[in-house]
């Protein structure tokens, strides 16, 4: 800015008034302290952002982050929206080796901090074991990831392995703590619903044929 002013001050032309020269003078003063105060505090922003203020300062950025942690962890009790429940089944022309890649991608990904996922099928004798293989996943979310992030990068992790808009394919569910620990329960244990019983037999004789884990992941995810 000092520059402009030198730059001002040689180049005067000679129909402005004294006024005028000084009014304008004196408005690239104050914008000139304004840059500098601008610049002071930007190169301030950095040094903190990069721990370069020394001990105390580095405490306080610290202390800050631990902050800014509880409160999103708050909001997202308050909205009930800590945890995802996904619902994922592929078109019938996915391998089950590409699926559980997939799905092993998905829960690895930056926006999870914890997960838990069985697969399971829809058969209900030996004979249609496997048909219909599908996968149930519980992830906790990284509460850096807004919800809607989380729901857009699940629908391109999975757009590959089936109709991602349609939700009976794939179903997304952000819920709470409560909501999560009925998840855990739906995951790791045997389903006494009508019907159930039965795929569940099939279920285990499956995942033993396909070298499938009874889970995978965190039980103890919440």
């Not at 104050?30 to 601008?38: G, I, L, M, P």
């Not at 629908?155 to 569910?173: A, G, R, Y």
Request: charged fraction near 35%; charge should be positive; aromatic fraction near 10%.
């Amino acid at each position: 800015m000092s520059k402009l002013i030198e730059i001002y001050l040689g180049n005067i032309d000679n129909k402005l008034s004294i006024e005028r020269r000084l009014e304008h003078l004196k408005i690239l003063r104050e914008a000139e302290k304004e840059f500098d105060k601008s610049l002071i505090r930007k190169i301030m922003k950095m040094e903190y952002e990069t721990e370069s203020l020394g001990e105390k300062y580095i405490k306080i950025k610290e202390y800050e982050k631990e902050l800014r942690t509880k409160k999103q962890d708050l909001t997202a009790k308050e909205h009930n929206n800590g945890f995802c429940f996904i619902t994922i089944s592929p078109k019938e022309s996915v391998s089950l080796a590409n699926f559980k890649k997939t799905v092993e991608k998905a829960v690895a990904r930056n926006m999870f901090t914890s997960y838990l996922y069985v697969y399971e099928q829809r058969g209900k004798n030996t004979d249609e074991k496997g048909k219909g293989f599908h996968a149930h996943i519980l992830v906790k979310r990284n509460l850096n990831y807004k919800p809607s992030k989380v729901a857009n990068n699940l629908k391109n992790t999975f757009k590959d392995m089936t109709n991602v808009n349609n939700p009976q394919l794939l179903n997304i569910q952000h819920i709470g703590n409560d909501f999560a620990k009925d998840k855990v329960e739906y995951i790791t244990s045997l389903k006494t619903d009508e019907g159930k019983d039965v795929k569940q037999e099939i279920d285990v004789i499956w995942r033993q044929a396909e070298d499938l884990l009874p889970f995978y992941g965190n039980k103890d995810i919440n």
